[in-house]
């Protein structure tokens, strides 16, 4: 109890903080920056509106699709839906399987809906598809729908994002270091961000709508990314770790990877994890939830980024080079050398907190191949938010180097009192 009441408590703060923010209409509170919704197409910005746009291509194309195609597509699904109850209600060895199978036909069924979609200008699909499930509900029972009641739904799946984040955190946190206060602490680091990214940094953090973002205001798709990358990272590093587990961390990476392409490096990183870890055999059910939405990935990407590479405004020029390094962080909003500065050297004291190879393997990949990845590419200064999902590791190890200066604070009277005459 006292496990969910915290983790209870950490959720409700951090969902508190966007919801103050928002009634606070534009005066600013301590701590945080001041938030007007923009009157301006529903309060959506940025690439809220090409996310909106994806939405609502994908709502209707299900009316462009072919009636026939429409009917057997719906057939399926409902096909495959009982085959997969019946199988589930047989406890069989395979039900680690049908996991995978069951998200691979659901992105198998919605691939067929986004053949007949236009290009929207959304890079990425995994946010606009979760986005618009509740709003095709929505316009099911008649209800014209605007951008401002976009933005509403939008708006409360983002605040589940960040509250269910927290929960991710620290059981990750609990996985990677085998003590639950640990978990709970980082946790409480990851709560408490959205505070502290301004005394750490400086105001220059909340600049471009980077702590909107964070805090789930401006329906990007951070926050649904950092949820299910921690989520996987959580699963693979379960203490009694089983096929369905990783099925399960393998289809919650697979989804992060719908959600933003870069992270299909951190599920090859855990893949890599899995296998070195010696569970031969339970690799492939991971493998399996990693390719679950390989389809549905593949038949996106045409009207993704293809559509934007000629487009200056939404394409730089010179997307990934080496030149970039430099200035990537020399010119972040956010994580700038002032900001490394204090934020690394408790993290290097917090790997001495995670001794068992293979967790501590697995939070550092997570850590680093983000702002390894993201250092050479051009925009990175300008959106500091592409890091965002590092960030639970981050804290993590925040929380491990505390374990660490405690453990050898409270053996330091012991060690005194050996050497006594």
Same mark, same amino acid.
């Given at each position: 109890?006292?496990?969910?009441?915290?983790?209870?408590?950490?959720?409700?703060?951090?969902?508190?903080?966007?919801?103050?923010?928002?009634?606070?209409?534009?005066?600013?509170?301590?701590?945080?920056?001041?938030?007007?919704?923009?009157?301006?197409?529903?309060?959506?910005?940025?690439?809220?509106?090409?996310?909106?746009?994806?939405?609502?291509?994908?709502?209707? +194309?299900?009316?462009?699709?072919?009636?026939?195609?429409? +009917?057997?597509?719906?057939?399926?699904?409902?096909? !495959? $839906?009982?085959?997969?109850?019946?199988?589930?209600?047989?406890?069989?060895?395979?039900?680690?399987?049908?996991?995978?199978?069951?998200?691979?036909?659901?992105?198998?069924?919605?691939?067929?809906?986004?053949?007949?979609?236009?290009?929207?200008?959304?890079?990425?699909?995994?946010?606009?598809?979760?986005?618009?499930?509740?709003?095709?509900?929505?316009?099911?029972?008649?209800?014209?729908?605007?951008?401002?009641?976009?933005?509403?739904?939008?708006?409360?799946?983002?605040?589940?994002?960040?509250?269910?984040? !927290?929960?991710?955190?620290?059981?990750?946190?609990?996985?990677?270091?085998?003590?639950?206060?640990?978990?709970?602490?980082?946790?409480?680091?990851?709560?408490?961000?959205?505070?502290?990214?301004?005394?750490?940094?400086?105001?220059?953090?909340?600049?471009? /709508?980077?702590?909107?973002?964070?805090?789930?205001?401006?329906?990007?798709?951070?926050?649904?990314?950092?949820?299910?990358?921690?989520?996987?990272?959580?699963? !693979?590093?379960?203490?009694?770790?089983?096929?369905?587990?990783?099925?399960?961390?393998?289809? +919650?990476?697979?989804?992060?990877?719908?959600?933003?392409?870069?992270?299909?490096?951190?599920?090859?990183?855990?893949? !890599?994890?899995?296998?070195?870890?010696?569970?031969?055999?339970?690799?492939?059910?991971?493998?399996?939830?990693?390719?679950?939405?390989?389809?549905?990935?593949?038949?996106?990407?045409?009207? $993704?980024?293809?559509?934007?590479?000629?487009?200056?405004?939404?394409?730089?020029?010179?997307?990934?080079?080496?030149?970039?390094?430099?200035?990537?962080?020399?010119? $972040?909003?956010?994580?700038?050398?002032?900001?490394?500065?204090?934020?690394?050297?408790?993290?290097?004291?917090?790997?001495?907190?995670?001794?068992?190879?293979?967790?501590?393997?697995?939070?550092?990949?997570?850590?680093?191949?983000?702002?390894?990845?993201?250092?050479?590419? +051009?925009?990175?200064?300008?959106?500091?938010?592409?890091?965002?999902?590092?960030?639970?590791?981050?804290?993590?190890?925040?929380?491990? /180097?505390?374990?660490?200066?405690?453990?050898?604070?409270?053996?330091?009277?012991?060690?005194?009192?050996?050497?006594?005459?």
């Amino acid at each position: 109890m006292r496990w969910w009441g915290s983790l209870g408590l950490l959720a409700a703060i951090r969902v508190a903080i966007p919801l103050a923010a928002y009634a606070d209409a534009g005066s600013g509170l301590p701590g945080m920056p001041a938030f007007t919704r923009p009157a301006r197409y529903g309060g959506l910005t940025g690439d809220a509106t090409g996310f909106y746009a994806a939405t609502r291509e994908f709502m209707a +194309a299900w009316g462009r699709m072919p009636r026939a195609v429409l +009917a057997l597509d719906v057939l399926v699904a409902l096909a !495959v $839906s009982v085959a997969l109850v019946l199988l589930w209600r047989r406890r069989g060895a395979w039900r680690p399987w049908l996991v995978p199978a069951a998200l691979c036909a659901f992105g198998l069924v919605v691939a067929v809906d986004v053949h007949w979609m236009n290009p929207s200008g959304a890079a990425v699909f995994g946010w606009p598809l979760l986005w618009s499930l509740p709003m095709l509900a929505y316009r099911a029972l008649g209800v014209g729908l605007s951008k401002h009641v976009a933005w509403d739904f939008g708006f409360a799946l983002s605040l589940l994002c960040v509250g269910l984040t !927290v929960v991710a955190v620290a059981y990750l946190g609990r996985n990677a270091s085998g003590r639950r206060w640990l978990g709970l602490l980082a946790a409480a680091f990851w709560t408490l961000w959205p505070l502290l990214v301004g005394v750490i940094a400086g105001h220059h953090a909340w600049t471009n /709508g980077q702590w909107e973002v964070d805090v789930g205001l401006h329906n990007y798709s951070e926050p649904l990314s950092t949820l299910l990358v921690t989520t996987g990272a959580a699963l !693979v590093l379960s203490p009694r770790l089983t096929q369905m587990r990783l099925a399960l961390g393998g289809c +919650a990476l697979s989804a992060a990877t719908l959600v933003k392409l870069s992270n299909a490096l951190l599920a090859a990183a855990a893949l !890599v994890v899995v296998f070195l870890r010696g569970r031969t055999r339970d690799v492939l059910p991971y493998f399996a939830g990693a390719l679950a939405l390989a389809p549905l990935v593949a038949v996106y990407w045409p009207i $993704s980024y293809p559509k934007l590479f000629h487009n200056p405004q939404s394409w730089p020029r010179d997307p990934f080079d080496a030149a970039h390094i430099v200035t990537s962080w020399t010119h $972040s909003s956010i994580f700038t050398p002032h900001t490394l500065v204090i934020v690394v050297p408790l993290a290097v004291i917090g790997i001495a907190g995670l001794l068992r190879p293979w967790p501590l393997s697995l939070v550092l990949a997570f850590l680093l191949i983000n702002p390894i990845f993201y250092s050479f590419y +051009a925009n990175t200064a300008q959106h500091p938010r592409f890091l965002y999902a590092s960030l639970p590791e981050l804290f993590i190890l925040w929380a491990a /180097g505390i374990g660490v200066i405690l453990r050898a604070v409270m053996s330091r009277p012991r060690l005194v009192r050996s050497f006594a005459p």
